[in-house]
């Protein structure tokens, strides 16, 4: 047959091959193929042009003109709408009014203190006063300072709810404001606070922004005293409403002990009550005002809050899980912060109604230009299967995936397969959301497991997890956006990345807002 | 960086064709001139049927042409070693997503079986039947072996395609001949 290299090479020069080319196909790609480099040099000019890591590229003479424009047409509206402009920004009462005119304000504060994230979410029905506080740890709290006056704080490791009156003092105090943009009004409106009023922007908007600084009476963080905070709230010029706030909490000295970044939406219908908001309705209730009140089973009485305007209720999230690879999941002791597997399948992950996978069939970009196997539109394809060949394999050191929902959706949970064959550790595994394709402005990290910060994200919290065919659940906390951005570095096998299926489950914005 | 200094760089006449390339789309169409035959050939040996070669050819072509305003490489053999991994890649993915990669095969080989029933051209060993042998190795050893003795790569230049030092490619080029000459020998007909 072919004894050595060179009788092969022999064997194959003599072979028919039938490997000319088509004319008629060479010219129809080279069309397509030189029309995709124009777009791509395009999109690649416009995202150079938007500047880089916060660095704005000071903008052409024509867009100047165009920005010029743009200032005195809205400058000409505003005084054309007859509002009580102080140099065509209204003042924060005005702003406050329209904030809580809607009857919810969901609100996402991310705390940052003393190299910790944490992030709790909000959700304040303006018209019956109450306040659903939802923390990290999966703890509830909540406020009535309507009707109801009373406290209760669920805890998901007692699995007990509580029932107490409202405390005297404090931010959640009888007489404290119970939302962000009250709180903000109250202390504007003391006579020794100044309201700085000037405008700005946010994810390519601009926006007005009102800023004070405020001396609390008795606060300690971390067990430093709190000499002063400087709240800055920014406002949607065409809504004039809060969209988005920060509070830096400073010492004495002046350092900055901790600071809060909160992001704000006015949907039109909210949780019912607080067991809407991940409280079991079995769990048992313990009331502090009247003793003993319920054993486990019984049907607890949830705070009274008025109808929801809508059928708004959550719902155990539905997903189909492929086919187990492995039985159980070894302990894997190289792999420091890692998550304790769990032996039961995992608990209902609860959603709004109406909530599914955004991200089926949506197309998916790569910071590895070319997947060493595989097609990038594997991962949304709706094949969570580890079969072989279903796995999109990225090159080597950090890699990202970004999905494109195709419209700003409210994300609730991202559900991620790297590669369930095996029981691997995928490392520096980190999730944002954001309506900037680029990933420059508006960057919401959902989760981050990177704890040495390789990625450049700022150091994560999350444990490492062992991969398996649940895959991984993320919490999205109602996150609002367009991308979703996956970061992985290698994992415990080898320094590739893997992603075999990722699913978002949201709803879209415009469905929300039509609700 | 030394390192990267002290590599020896093959110069050739289009290494500004390259550069150029990246914002030109003139320049563009130029290169693609120069590669579309080599590049159509390489899927051809890799897929054997071509209409999936065109396919994947395509698919190669405008991947290049996203990537290409923001490729790093700044000479000729950096572009052919880029879109060469492209093209290796995409095959290999082709080849595992789809199961019609047997039925292709058995496709391709009854065609040539009909065709050499009306003809009497024959070889001792044809390509349906080195195809199907060389079906039998792992994608990454079919890559070496199309590269080696389709596209007449040297060692070095296929080294940078599949990202592998030069003598792992000439050990796995050496093992994939053994196997080939052990299939091969043992049932010249290829029906096992």
Known sequence: MFENERDFRKL???????????????ERLRRQTLQTFEQARARDVSVKTSGRNGVHTPPHPVWKLAIAAAVLIGASTAVWMGLDFAGGQPTFERIRAASESTPWLLAVATRYSDGDVGTDTYWSNLAAKEVYVMAEDEGVVGYS???????????????TLVVSELPRTGPFGVESAYNFVQAFAVLAAKDDVVVERSTGEREGRPVWVYAIDAAPSVMRIEGKEVAGVRMTALADPRTKRVVAAGVEYKSPGGALLAREDWVMNYPQAGPSSIYDVGVPRTTRVFDTRQGYRGTPGDVPTPISTPSPTSGFRLEPLKMELP????????????????????????PAFLAPAGTTNVARGRPVSSSDLEPLTGSLDQITDGDKEATEGNAVELGPRPQYITIDLLEPCEVYAVVIWHQHRWPRVYYDVAVQVCDDPSFKTGVRTVFNNDADDSLGLGAGRDLHYTETYEGKLIDGKSTQGRYVRCYSNGNTHDELNHYIEVEVYGRPMKSIQSN | MVAIMAEPVEQTGYDDLVVL?????????????????????FCVHRLFNRSTAEDVTSSVFLTVARGMPRFQGRTEQDFRSWIYTIAANQANAHIRKTIRRQRLMENAVAQRRARERDSDEWYSLDWPTLYAAIQGLKPEQQTVLTLRFFENMDYDAIAKVVGARPATVRVTLHRVLRRLQKVLGGNPGGEE
């Open chain 1, 145 to 159: 300072y309507g009707a109801g006056q009373m406290k209760l704080a669920y805890s998901p490791r007692l699995k």
């Open chain 2, 21 to 41: 390339a990246k914002s030109q789309t003139a320049a563009l169409g130029r290169l693609y001139d120069l590669y579309y035959d080599r590049i159509f050939r």
């Open chain 1, 12 to 26: 194959v020069a003599g072979m028919e091959t039938n490997d000319e080319p088509s004319a008629a196909h060479r």
């Open chain 1, 323 to 346: 086919r187990a690879m492995f039985r159980g999941t070894p302990v894997d002791g190289r792999t420091p912060n890692l998550e304790k597997p769990r032996r039961d399948p995992r």
